[in-house]
T-cell receptor
Framework: DAGITQSPRHKVTETGTPVTLRCHQT?????MYWYRQDPGHGLRLIHY???????DKGEVSDGYSVSRSKTEDFLLTLESATSSQTSVYFC?????????FGQGTRLTVV | ELKVEQNPLFLSMQEGKNYTIYCNYS?????LYWYRQDPGKSLESLFV?????AVKQEGRLMASLDTKARLSTLHITAAVHDLSATYFC??????????FGGGTRLMVKP
C-alpha cells in the first residue's frame, strides 16, 4: 500500500459542469501524476507535479487543470466536463522512478 | 517523442503453455517497468528493470531488458488461470516520467 487515496471513487456528472478529483498521499513524495485510462489507449499522462505549486502538462492535458497547494494533495479539475472525458482516472506517485497507483476514479459524463 | 508498443494486444492461451509478451520502445532508455492490472482494479508493480541485460523472475513470470534493441519481454511459463490479467510495460522517458504501452490482455483457459 503506497498510501494513495483517490476521491471520489465513482462519479456521474452532466456535460458542462465542473468536476474536481482529489489525490491524497501520506508519505510526502515529491512527484505526483494524473493519468487517464481508456480502452485501446493504455494509460495516458494528463498532468504531473514535481513539488508544491510546480506542475506541468502531459500528453492529454487539454480540458484539464491541476493544483498542488500542499505536498500531500494533487487535484485534477475538469473545468467543463465533456463526454470525451468519461474515463477511469488514476493518480500515481513516483518512488525512485517507479510509479505506484491509487485505486482509480471512474468518471462518467452524461 | 517516446512511443511504447506492446504485442500482442490480446492473448488467449491454455493452462500449462508458455508464451512471451513483447514491449518495444522508440528512444533510448534504461529503465523499464512491468505492471499487472486485474479487471476493475488498479495497477500493481511486477518488475523494475534498470539496466541492459537485467532479468527478473517472480513465480511463472520472467522479465528481461535489452536496451540496445529497445526491447523488453515478459515470459510466462506454464500458465495458470490466476495469471489472467492485463499487463502493461512502461518506459522512463526523462526521469520520473513513464510512458505506457497499450497493454496486453492475457486470458488463460483451463
Amino acid at each position: 500500500d503506497a498510501g494513495i487515496t483517490q476521491s471520489p471513487r465513482h462519479k456521474v456528472t452532466e456535460t458542462g459542469t465542473p468536476v474536481t478529483l482529489r489525490c491524497h498521499q501520506t508519505e510526502n513524495h515529491r512527484y505526483m501524476y494524473w493519468y487517464r485510462q481508456d480502452p485501446g489507449h493504455g494509460l495516458r499522462l494528463i498532468h504531473y507535479s514535481y513539488g508544491v505549486k510546480d506542475t506541468d502538462k502531459g500528453e492529454v492535458s487539454d480540458g484539464y487543470s491541476v493544483s498542488r497547494s500542499k505536498t500531500e494533495d494533487f487535484l485534477l479539475t475538469l473545468e467543463s466536463a465533456t463526454s470525451s472525458q468519461t474515463s477511469v482516472y488514476f493518480c500515481a506517485i513516483s518512488v525512485l522512478g517507479e510509479a505506484f497507483f491509487g485505486q482509480g476514479t471512474r468518471l462518467t459524463v452524461v | 517523442e517516446l512511443k511504447v508498443e506492446q504485442n500482442p494486444l490480446f492473448l488467449s492461451m491454455q493452462e500449462g503453455k508458455n508464451y512471451t509478451i513483447y514491449c518495444n520502445y522508440s528512444t533510448t532508455s534504461d529503465r523499464l517497468y512491468w505492471y499487472r492490472q486485474d479487471p476493475g482494479k488498479s495497477l500493481e508493480s511486477l518488475f523494475v528493470l534498470l539496466s541492459n541485460g537485467a532479468v527478473k523472475q517472480e513465480g511463472r513470470l520472467m522479465a528481461s531488458l535489452d536496451t540496445k534493441a529497445r526491447l523488453s519481454t515478459l515470459h510466462i511459463t506454464a500458465a495458470v488461470h490466476d495469471l489472467s490479467a492485463t499487463y502493461f510495460c512502461a518506459v522512463d522517458n526523462a526521469g520520473n516520467m513513464l510512458t505506457f504501452g497499450g497493454g496486453t490482455r492475457l486470458m488463460v483457459k483451463p
